[in-house]
């Protein structure tokens, strides 16, 4: 609006100059009328104000890569007099990645009520909150303005992309199945369900010997309980925002975010029961799911969740909080490289690690004791079908 401001204060001083030279009576009175019509614009425009009403209308849901209608209306209460247009500053915040983007948008009233449509295509998946910054209307003329007050905020919550990959579980699963409920025993206290056995270790308990198994092979064997009350498995999305010091693709960390969606759908799927840790804040938020509505409601929650700083601080919480004595499978995701600290848990966790990297190609498999390491390229993640056996 600045060149409308410029070209009226161009007219004014045309007016001066010719009413100084010629000395005419007409031009003063054009020029007085002409110095004082914004004042009169802006009286105008400050009852038009109280008539205009905002509002910001927007899809609930859509997947990360598909368009979400954004739509602004600008309703009156009958006529107006100066308005002319509405000029609305609105921030678009990515509540997963802490984002934002700041857009403008002209809504013109010169036809009545303004209504401004715009497809708006989030590329990352999380919670989406839009609010108005600024609402401001213009003259007719674009000389004056008024404040408005601003639109109510509107969210929308853009789900992950689908990643095309399928769990095979071929291994044979210790525990049992309840339903649809899966339980994988991990090392407890409860005698009657065999976790492991092994050699008897002096200070180990004698009651848990088995004598009739250690008079055949003339040693003592000693049985390990089991806790096949609890989900042995979690699934610990661990990517973060920066990666040591430096900050970390969005597109991978999108895509590490995805992953981890699919792969706890497919557990779901498959009937395995498992918590899904997600590292925010100073905490790790850890959701069960023992079936598909608990793996969409966990979604909804997770795209809420502001994602932590720095990439590994949820393994270290994980450690921390000694919950490997709990989950024997531990399925590790992440964007561009795992921690090294994975080895320092426990022998008998099982892990999977799924590393999201920027590069094109195959699948790379690595093996280390009891350690799965599988990388993922972002640039074929959504164009191939994966089969993972775990």
């Known amino acids: 609006m600045r060149k409308y401001r410029a070209a009226y204060l161009a007219v004014l001083v045309c007016i001066g100059v010719l009413t100084f030279q010629s000395g005419s009576g007409f031009l003063l ?9 914004p004042v009169l614009l802006w009286l105008m425009l400050r009852l038009d104000a109280q008539r205009i009403s905002l509002e910001c209308r927007t899809g609930t849901s859509c997947w990360a890569g598909q368009e979400l209608n954004l739509t602004i209306l600008a309703g009156h209460r009958g006529p107006l007099t100066a308005a002319g247009t509405v000029k609305i500053t609105l921030c ?4 997963l990645f802490g984002q934002e983007t700041v857009k403008e948008y002209l809504l013109p009233l010169s036809g009545g009520s303004g209504c401004f449509e715009q497809p708006f295509t989030p590329k990352l998946c999380g919670g989406l909150i839009f609010e108005c910054r600024k609402a401001v209307c213009y003259d007719l003329m674009g000389v004056c303005c008024v404040s408005l007050k601003n639109p109510k905020m509107c969210m929308a919550t853009v789900y992950p992309a689908k990643v095309p990959l399928v769990l095979i579980q071929g291994r044979s699963v210790r525990g049992r199945l309840e339903g649809e409920r899966q339980y994988r025993n991990c090392r407890g ?26 008079g055949k092979l003339d040693t003592l064997i000693l049985r390990e309980g089991s806790d096949p009350s609890r989900d042995s498995t979690m699934l610990l999305c661990d990517a973060g925002l920066f990666l040591e010091g430096q900050p970390t693709d969005a597109r991978l960390l999108s895509a590490a975010m995805e992953t981890a969606v699919q792969l706890s759908g497919c557990l779901a799927e498959l009937g395995i029961a498992h918590n899904v840790g997600i590292p925010a804040g100073d905490g790790l938020h850890c959701m069960e799911v023992h079936r598909q509505s608990d793996h969409l409601h966990m979604t909804e929650e997770w795209m809420g969740i502001h994602l932590q700083e720095q990439s590994g601080n949820g393994l270290k919480l994980y450690l921390e909080e000694h919950l490997d004595r709990f989950y024997s499978r531990l399925i590790y995701v992440t964007a561009e490289e795992a921690p090294k600290y994975l080895r320092s848990l426990p022998d008998w966790t099982e892990i999977i690690v799924f590393c999201i990297v920027d590069r094109e190609g195959e699948v790379r498999l690595a093996q280390e004791r009891n350690c799965q390491l599988i990388e993922l390229p972002a ?8 089969q993972i056996m775990i």
């Open 29 to 37: 009175t054009v020029g007085a009328v002409w110095a004082c019509l």
């Open 92 to 95: 678009i915040r990515n509540v």
């Open 189 to 214: 206290g409860d005698i009657s369900e065999v976790f492991d056995l092994r050699e008897y270790m002096p200070g180990d308990d004698v009651r848990s010997i088995h004598w009739k198994l250690s």
């Open 379 to 386: 640039d074929t993640l959504y164009t191939k079908t994966y």
